[in-house]
C-alpha cells in the first residue's frame, strides 16, 4: 500500500501520541550513551579523549599561530606556521604558470567552478549544457595555452598547481562516466565481439595501478609513434586517467544493470520501443540511480589520483606543494601545509559526495 | 441487441494465426504442435494447471519468448529474427504482465506516454492527451503525477492497463493480471477488463479467474504440458468438459 494512504486517519478509530516519557534532552543522553555500563564507560573514555586533543590543537591552531607573516617571525612562535600558504600562495595554486599571466588559469578555474555549479540543475540538464560544457572546454584550453588575442604561449609543461589538478579529475570524470556506461553496456552485448572487446578491456585496465598506466602513457607509448609525432603530455596523462576511471566505473554500472528486474525489459519491449530507447529511458536511468553510491566511490577516488601524475613529472598541486616545502625557509611547516591541501581536497570531495546524496533524494520515487 | 455488442462481436478477420508451433528451453519441449486463430475481436480466456506452458506461449505472440519451429503471423506479420518485424508486432500486441511492470523511475503519465511518444512518434501534447483519456477509463486520472510506488496494486494494474490501451494496439495480452493481488483488488482490475471486452478489444487472457471467463469469453483453452487439450465456448467447456484432464483440472479449481 502507499504512503499516503497508510497514514491516512480513518474516521472512528482513536489515534494515540507515541509515549512521552522517551523524549526531551536528559531522555536522550541516557537511551543513547548512557544506557549500559560499557556504553557509558566508551562515552566518558571519548569525551576524555577531546578533552586531551582538543583544546592543545585549538592553541596550536588559532592562538599561538601566525597567519601572514614571514618564515623568520615563524621561528619564534610555538603555534601554526599558517603563512607558509599565503607566502607562496601563487607557487602552491599555480605553479610555474609564468608571471603577469595568473589572470589566465584564474579565470579558467572560475569558468570550469561556476559552470560545475550551474550543472547542478537537473532541470539544466540540457543538449544545451553540453555545448556549454564544449565551449567552455575550448575557452579554458585557450586561456592556459594562449598563442591568440595577444596572450603568449604557454606550454602545458608549465600548467600545474591547482588547475592541473581540477582539469585532469573533472574532465577525466567527465569523461569517463559516459565510456565506463557504454562499456557496461558492451560487456552485457549479445554480440561475441564486443562483448569479447569489452570484457578484455576492463580486465586488463583493472588488472595495472594507475601509476603503471601513467607511465606506459608517458614513457612507453611515445616509442610507438612515428618520428617527430609528439603527443602532449598532459593530454596523455588526462587519457591515462580516462580509461583507468572508466574501466571502474563500468563495472559498477554493470552491477547496477544486472539489478534490474527482468519485467522492466520485457515492458519496454512489449512497448515496442527498440534498444537504444529500452537503455535510455527504462534501463539505464533506474540502473545508474542504484549505483550512485559506489560510482561517487569510484569518482571521488578518481579525484584523489590525479595526485599520481607526479610521478610523470606533472606538478599538481600536491607536488608544488612539496616543492614549496623543499624550500629550507619552509621546510619545518609541512603540517601545516598538508593540513591545507587535506582541507582543499576535503571540500571537493564533501561537494561532490552531499551532491550525490541530493541527487539520491530527488530521484527517489517511493518503492 | 445494443450497440455495444454488435461492435463486441467477433469478425471474419484473424488477427493472430500460429501454426504448429514448437519451443524448447534448451533440451526440453515446453510448447507442442500449437494451433491457434484468433479473429478480431475475439475474447480468448487460457487456462491450465502451473507450468503448462500458458504464459510461455502467450508470450511468444510478441516475442518476449522465441519459437523454434512453426509460424506465428500477428496481423500480417510473420515473426522471425528480424527485429524490424518485431518491433512493428510489439507495439501492435499490447501486454499486461502479473507483476504490472510499471517504470517505477517515471509518473503514471510518463509511463503512458512513453510508448506512443517514441514508438509512434506521436506529439506528446496530443500523447498526453489521450493519456488522460484512458486514466479516466480506468478510473484513475487523479494519480497522474504520481509515481507507481506511490499506487496500490489494483491501481498500478489498472495504470498498467492504461499504458498499453495508449498505444491503441490491435490485440491485448493479459498474463496473469490478477495472481499478485490481494483480493480486495481483484474486482476493479476484472472490471476494467470487462469494459475493454465490451467495446469489443481483441484480448488473450491467461487467468485463473473462472467467473471471467464465464461472462467474458469466446472461447475458453485448456493447456497441459506444453499443449492445447481442449477448448471450446465457456458454456460447454465448464458444463460439459470433454478430456479427462480438463475434468480433473476444473474440479480441483472450481
Known sequence: MSEDTAQQKKPGREYLDAPITKIGAVAWLRANLFNTWYNSLLSVLLVYGLAVTVPPFFKWAFVDSLWNSSAAACRDIDGACWSIIPQNVKFIFLGFFPTGQEWRPILAMAILIGLVIYSRERHRWRKSLLWMWLIALVVMGTLMHGGVFGMPVVETSKWSGLPLTLMLSFFGIIAAYPLGVLLALGRRSRMPTIKTMCVVYIEMIRGVPLISLLFMSSVMFPLFLPEGVTIDKVLRAQVAIIMFTAAYIAEVVRGGLQAMPRGQYEAADSLGLNYGQTMRLVILPQALKIVIPPTVGILLAAFKDTSLVVIIALYDILKTTKVTLSNPQWTNYSTEAYIFLALLYFIFCYAMSSYSRRLERELHTGR | ?254
Request: aromatic share 6%; glycine share 6%; hydrophobic share 40%.
Open chain 2, 1 to 254: 441487441m445494443n450497440e455495444k455488442n454488435i461492435a463486441a462481436k467477433p469478425d471474419g478477420r484473424y488477427i493472430i494465426e500460429i501454426r504448429d508451433m514448437h519451443k524448447w528451453y534448451g533440451d526440453f519441449h515446453v510448447l507442442s504442435g500449437i494451433n491457434l486463430q484468433v479473429k478480431e475481436r475475439e475474447k480468448i480466456v487460457i487456462c491450465g494447471p502451473s507450468g503448462s506452458g500458458k504464459s510461455t506461449m502467450i508470450r511468444c505472440i510478441n516475442r518476449l519468448e522465441e519459437h523454434q519451429k512453426g509460424q506465428i503471423i500477428v496481423n500480417g506479420t510473420e515473426l522471425s529474427t528480424d527485429i524490424k518485424n518485431i518491433e512493428k508486432v510489439r507495439a501492435e500486441v499490447g501486454m499486461v504482465f502479473q507483476h504490472f511492470n510499471l517504470f517505477p523511475h517515471l509518473t503514471i503519465m510518463e509511463n503512458l506516454t512513453l510508448g506512443p511518444i517514441w514508438v509512434r512518434k506521436i506529439p506528446k501534447k496530443q500523447a498526453e492527451e489521450t493519456a488522460m483519456m484512458y486514466l479516466e477509463k480506468v478510473h484513475i486520472a487523479e494519480q497522474a503525477r504520481k509515481f507507481p510506488g506511490q499506487l496500490s496494486g489494483g491501481q498500478q494494474q489498472r495504470v498498467a492497463i492504461a499504458r498499453s490501451l495508449c498505444m491503441q494496439p490491435k490485440v491485448i495480452l493479459f498474463d496473469e493480471p490478477t495472481s499478485a493481488l490481494d483480493p480486495e483488488m481483484i474486482k476493479e482490475v476484472l472490471d476494467v477488463m470487462i469494459d475493454l471486452a465490451d467495446e469489443g478489444m481483441t484480448m488473450l487472457v491467461v487467468t485463473h479467474e473462472m467467473s471471467f471467463a464465464k461472462s467474458v469469453a469466446d472461447r475458453v483453452m485448456f493447456m497441459d504440458a506444453g499443449q492445447i487439450v481442449e477448448e471450446n465456448n465457456p458454456h460447454d467447456f465448464f458444463d460439459n468438459p470433454q478430456h479427462e484432464r480438463t475434468q480433473l483440472f476444473l474440479s480441483q479449481i472450481l
